[in-house]
Each structure stands twice: as C-alpha cells, then as structure tokens.
C-alpha cells in the first residue's frame, strides 16, 4: 500500500503540474468510469505538424486517477499525435512507478482512454485495456 | 455495555463468543494483519451453521423438488418449503404461500414491477419513489415507466437525511398507485417511519412496496403490523447465502397478478399453444430454484432467532453510536444521515481532499474491509454534489475494537494525504 501512494503520486495528486482546461484548444474529450465515478476531460493544442504542443486535464476521482493523468499530460507535450497511438498500459505504469491490482488499474489508465478516444475515436480507445 | 431490555430482562449479546461461530473472521487479509470486515450492508458474513446445513443438504437430501415421488425428492421438497415457512414466520406473513422465493430482493421488486404493474399501472399513473432509494427501487421503474408512460415523482430529503413527511403528503394529494420506497437507507442509515407511511399511502388510496432489504437483517420486521402490501428482500444480508430472496405480498394482491416467469414447476397445466398457471406461490418461480439456498436461509433464521433481532439491534446501535462518537473526532469529515436514534447499524462519510477510493485502499491495508463509492444510489450522490462516500457497516458480529482499528487507519490516510 505505501508503494501505492508512494510520495510522488501524492505530490501529484495535491499539486498537480497540469490541472487545468486549455481555452483554445484543437482537441477536448471527457469521460468517466461509472463504476466509481471518476472523470477526467484532456484538452489539447497541436501545431501545424501534429505535434502536442500544450496538453491539461481536468475532472475528479481517486489520487491514482488523477496523478495518472497529471503524468500522462505532462508525457505527451512534444509528442506527434502519432506517437499517441502506441502509448499503452506499460508507458502509464512506467509513469506511475507503481503496480496495481486490476480494479485500481481502471482508475490508472482512464486517463490513457480519454486522450486516445479524443485522439483517435472509441475503437482505439477500448485497446487500452 | 452491550446488552438490550426484554421484559425487563437485560440480555447481552456476547460477540466474542458470536465471532467464533464465523469462520471468515478468523482469517487474515494480510500476512499479519486479521480481517475487520465492516462491510456487511454489501453482504454479512456466514455463520459455521449455514454453510454446514448447506453442505449436508448437498451431501445427504439432494434432489430437485415437487415432481418426483422417490424420498429423496420428497424430502429435499420438505427442506425446501420448511424454509419458506421459516421466512415467512419470520416476518410475519400470515402463512407460507405469500412467501414468493426469488433471487434477491431486486428480483423481487422487478416482479412487482413487470407483473403487478402490468395490470395495475396505465399511462400517466405516478409511482412515488423518495430520493433515498436504490438503483434496485429505481431502475425496475424507471424501465416500466418508459414501456408504459408512467410518472415516477420523489419524495424529497431533508438536510439530515431524512425524508420530508410534509412533502410526502402533499405528493399523495396527487393519488400514486404505488408507493414504494426503502425502509432504511443503505447510505444515509436513515431509518424511515414506515409504518405511518404506509398508512397515509393507504389513506390515500396507494399500494406501498417495502424494500426491506436493509432492515429485515437488523430489525424485528411484521408485515401484518406495517400492513405491508410487497416487502422484498434478501438472505445474503441476513447472514444466509447469496442467490435467494424473497418477495412477500399479501394473497389478495398476489392472487390476481399474471405471472412473471415462464417455464416448469409455475404451471398447472400445459398445452401446445396455452398453460393453466399454478397455484401461490409456484406460479411465480418458474424453474428449478435455489434449494439448497433456501436451505441455508432457514439455517440463518434459526441462527438469528436464537440470538433474538432485539439484542442485535440493540448490539448496532451501541456500536454505531461509538462510530458516530470517534469519526466525529476526525476533522474534515462529513458524516452523511441522521443521528443514531434515527439510523441502523452502518455511517457513510466524506473526507476533504481524500477519494473514497483511497481510503478504502488504505484501509485495506491494515485489514478494514469498507465499501467506497456511489453504494448504488448515484442519484442520491449527485443530489449530495458527493461523487462518493466511504461506508462502514456493522452487524451483530462487530467489534468496538474494530472502530478503534478504522479510526486509525482514517488518521493514517489524513496524514500521507496532509
């Protein structure tokens, strides 16, 4: 359990690098995980080329959810939308620095599923898991 | 401490010697570290004497009932309508056959609504629901509703947690078929005064469905004292196995709803292209049902019965007022629900700057077992601007010690959080 909330996820959790809404943006989406309720919006900016050149998030939930998308935000500023695609399940937990079960690993990788539905529509979003 | 008045006689309830009869509280979550199993509002825990009833049922009476004449059928059909009695004694139906055995008590509300409601309900007819209710008293509604054009209206809660009587009665002035509405709150613990609600639902020409999922565990629970129309609930809350509840209803409403399943064991009679429905109460349980649950809930009866509801309740709400007392100690915490003159044996709370999801990990960690999120009433949340609460629930197996054990692990998280 330490492990889980090991400082890091906390600090990001309380102080969060990314939290925030992005007025304009070029890419918005938001969704929830109904079974606990937690909810998180990514906004992003992309140049000419594709490239993220501004990414934020926002919404509610459990600190691992939240942190999750704090990380992930922070991870794809300079990324092509491209490079999108192949994020998975590893490069979250890689972020995290944390193992998870399989109902904490839903709130771990929300944030993962809303930038690729937003990025890519459902279909590649639902590959995550 | 720990005790309650009957007839003047002060009866305890010794837990510690109650604790052994459970053998899952014996065990540890952790290397280390016991269970401390605060979460019997979700489903309690089985005494050593239904799991062994069950056992036995499979090793030694094993057959499917009703139709065959060997001995084995005649007495597994014993067992099984033994435990129907045994339900039905126990909330005091006047006799057996108003026992409708079912899958849980959601099943049993989803039977009033499809059958019941068939004949009962026409378009624009209101059902009146409150604000406290589980999605299992609100989805099967809200199903009928689209399918028949009903109007669902709710009776509203006050800022403690209760339901507004005054609005409640002005809501009969608008003639609801139905009323149906829980008798105690799986979130806010608010117990309801039921049986004066019954009354004005009478008075003012409604049916009323009790969903006594929650209370009929906790409570000594008469359906002839409420004067019940439908009381729906489960065994698994009440220390029996999972898969079996039941749905009582007086035989007068009982007697002129359509079926609800179709299939063996609900029939008279079958032709190629019509049937002739059974008798009460099998025209209701189409198929093979649960025997050896229904087994098992008998056992959980007797169980209980030999302890006495009177001592159990009186048991949760000492353990519940200490709950209230030490959570009260925590800052920045939210107790949702009314004070314990009100509420059954379970406190749901809210803690700034600290998911529920967290909590409850933490918890974990050091063995509590408490629920975190919406406890199925997401309505009720979003009315509340909580997207979740963390819930501890208590039975007549809890421990004082085990509050402490919380309470601590509270504190931890507040501090790794601060």
Known sequence: MDDLYRQQIIDRYKHPLKRGELDPHDLSYEDENPLCGDRIRIDLRTDAKGIITAAAFSGDGCAISQASADLLAEYI??????????????????????????????????????LKAGAYGLEEARKVE | MVGTKQSGVVIPLNVKKIRADFPI?????????????????????????????????????????????????????????????????????????????????????????????????????????????????????QILAEARNLRLEFVPLTGNGELDLAAYDKLLGQSPKLVALTQMSNVLGTINPIREIVRSAHRAGAKVLIDA????????????????????????????????????????????????????????????????????????????????EAVGWGAAIDYLRAIGMSSIHQHEQDVTAYALRRLQEIPG????????????????????GIHPHDIAQILDSIGVAVRSGHHCTMPLHTKLNLSATTRASFYLYTLPEEIDVMISGLLKAQKLFA
């Open chain 2, 213 to 292: 999922a929650q209370s009929v565990p906790h409570m000594a629970v008469n359906v002839r004292e409420l004067d019940a129309d439908f009381l729906a609930f489960s065994a698994h809350k009440m220390c029996g196995p999972t898969g079996i509840g039941a749905l009582y209803g007086k035989t007068d409403i009982l007697r002129e709803m359509p079926p609800f399943l179709g299939g063996g064991d609900m029939i008279r009679k079958v032709e190629w292209r019509s049937f002739e429905p059974n008798d009460l109460p099998y025209t209701f349980e189409a198929g093979t049902p649960a025997i050896a």
């Open chain 2, 25 to 141: 509280l014996a065990r540890e979550v952790h290397p280390g570290i016991p269970l401390v199993y605060l979460d019997s509002a979700a489903t309690s825990q089985k005494p050593e004497a239904v799991i062994e009833s069950m056992a036995e049922y499979y090793r030694k009476y094993n057959a499917n009932i009703h139709r065959a004449v060997h001995t084995l059928a005649e007495e597994a059909t014993g067992l099984y309508e033994g435990a129907r009695e045994k339900v039905a004694e126990w909330i005091g139906a006047e006799r057996p056959q108003e026992i409708i055995f079912t899958r849980n008590a959601t099943e049993a509300i989803n039977l009033v609504a499809q059958s019941w409601g068939s004949i009962r309900l026409r378009s624009g007819d209101i059902v009146l629901l409150t604000e406290m209710e589980h999605h299992s008293n609100l989805v099967p509604w």
């Open chain 1, 77 to 114: 500023e300079g990324k092509s939308l491209e490079e999108i695609r192949s994020l998975n399940k590893e490069t979250v937990l890689d972020l995290l620095g944390i193992e998870l079960s399989p109902i904490r690993l839903k709130c771990a990788l929300l944030s993962l599923k809303v």
């Open chain 2, 333 to 352: 915490l939210t107790i949702l629900g009314p004070g314990v003159e009100k509420r059954g044996g379970l406190v749901a709370f809210a803690m700034e």
